[in-house]
């Protein structure tokens, strides 16, 4: 059923979910026993005024372009090549859970042993949600493996990070980002990863996300990230009343018909929020999401979006163009990203022509419930393993080895 209208000086009613979806999940239809919780609206009344809002943040989670850039000591920071003797650590648990028979949907730490490198990797979540936000992993064996032992393996590496959620209504835990010549214009039906469209600056429906590259592109597809805590301290400088418009729940954010019996087609949101207790500023922002519900809007369902909003859309997508760190991603490299607190966006690009391999990246999106010492986030689905995502009903996990 269609819903009605609603009023630009009023909240949507709450409602009220178990705070544990995973109670009685199928293990036929979910082999690791963990349901991905979906995307669902914020405990309004956790929502803080911009008042409540820190004026400058400090810390590492605050960083500027030239701290990574210009120098090979500079980037070591947030590169690392793998060493000879931790892709054949990887490489062997690969192979023994490809021989087990288990599913690819069934992966976790507890089939996927990797004893030496899951200390480092330990470290590496610390950083990825309480320090800098990203890393960027280097010399992944992808041709000499192949997408079977390679996605494997990238699956199994992923889970010392994170739970894989699922990232679209079909259920995919193992995403595929790839050009598949949909039209990138109709912006209420195609997600923008399936085209070859540059992607503004956003963050994904989970705490990481991770991108593999199998194979590049012939031209551009370049990789983009930003500190939102230098631009909120950017923005609180120069524009604090766009600040202000980004902390207030007057955003509605698309479903694209990714949506449970019962749910209604949008969420109504703020891009800015603070974290439950830490006081920690976490961002919730992508164009496409926002600026895709005229379908809504031109019926008086939803307001249409306000020249204060649009405003505050295009100075916040300006600023994080003009603080990026530019990327480039290589076959093998894999990056991972908080969307707690780095925003990410690609370029255009152009692939090769056939028989040349089109660009192809390895996405998955991961999840770090607070409970296991991630972000305490306004949700109810905060203490999940699996919160966040997309999830369609009941529909299972899907690992699939190339794009469909």
């Known amino acids: 059923m269609a819903p009605g209208p609603v009023a630009t000086s009023t909240l949507p009613s709450q409602n009220h979910f178990s705070s544990e979806t995973n109670s009685h999940v199928p293990l036929d239809l979910f082999p690791d026993g963990i349901k991905t919780s979906g995307q669902h609206p914020p405990l309004y009344e956790q929502l803080r005024p911009y008042s409540a809002f820190p004026k400058h943040i400090s810390g590492p989670t605050v960083w500027k372009t030239p701290d990574y850039l210009g120098s090979p000591e500079k980037e070591k920071k947030w590169t690392h090549r793998l060493t000879s003797e931790e892709v054949d650590e990887i490489s062997l648990a690969a192979d023994q859970f490809m021989s087990s028979g288990q599913a690819l949907t069934g992966i976790s730490k507890a089939n996927f042993p990797l004893p030496k490198l899951s200390s480092y990797l330990e470290a590496i979540r610390d950083d990825l949600l309480n320090g800098k936000g990203f890393i960027l992993f280097k010399g992944f064996p992808v041709q000499e493996w192949g997408n079977h032992k390679s996605a494997v393996a ?6 010392y990070l994170g739970y894989f959620v699922s990232q679209n209504g079909k259920g995919h835990v193992l995403g595929h980002v790839k050009d598949l010549g949909e039209d990138s214009t109709q912006t209420d039906k195609v997600r923008i990863y399936r085209t070859n ?28 990230i ?50 439950n207790g830490n006081g920690r500023v976490y961002s919730k922002w992508d164009p496409y999401y ?18 204060e909003q649009l405003e505050a859309a295009q100075v916040l997508e300006d600023t994080c163009q003009r603080l990026a760190l530019h990327m480039i991603l290589d076959v093998g490299d894999i990056q991972f990203l908080s969307n707690e607190h780095v925003l990410h966006a690609r370029t255009e690009y152009k692939d090769h022509p056939p028989p040349a391999p089109r660009r192809h990246l390895m996405r998955l999106w991961l999840a770090t419930p607070e409970t296991e010492g991630g972000w305490k986030l306004p949700f109810h689905d905060s203490t999940e393993r699996k919160r966040g995502g997309i999830q369609v009903d009941d529909r299972p996990p899907v690992a699939l080895l190339d794009a469909d």
């Open 197 to 224: 469209a540059r992607q503004f600056f956003h963050a994904d429906d989970s705490d990481l996300v991770g991108l593999l590259c199998i194979a590049k592109a012939l031209e551009g597809g370049e990789s983009d």
């Open 290 to 307: 926002v600026k895709s519900l005229t379908r809504f809007s031109d019926k008086g369902i939803i307001p249409p979006l306000s020249a």
């Open 226 to 275: 930003v500190s939102v805590h230098h631009v909120y301290n950017t923005l609180q400088t120069e524009r604090p009343d766009v600040v202000e418009t980004l902390t207030k729940p007057i955003w509605y954010f698309d479903r694209k018909g990714e949506t449970s019996q019962g749910q209604e087609d949008f969420i109504k949101t703020s891009v800015f929020y603070l974290e």
């Open 154 to 159: 990238y699956m199994g590496l992923g889970t």
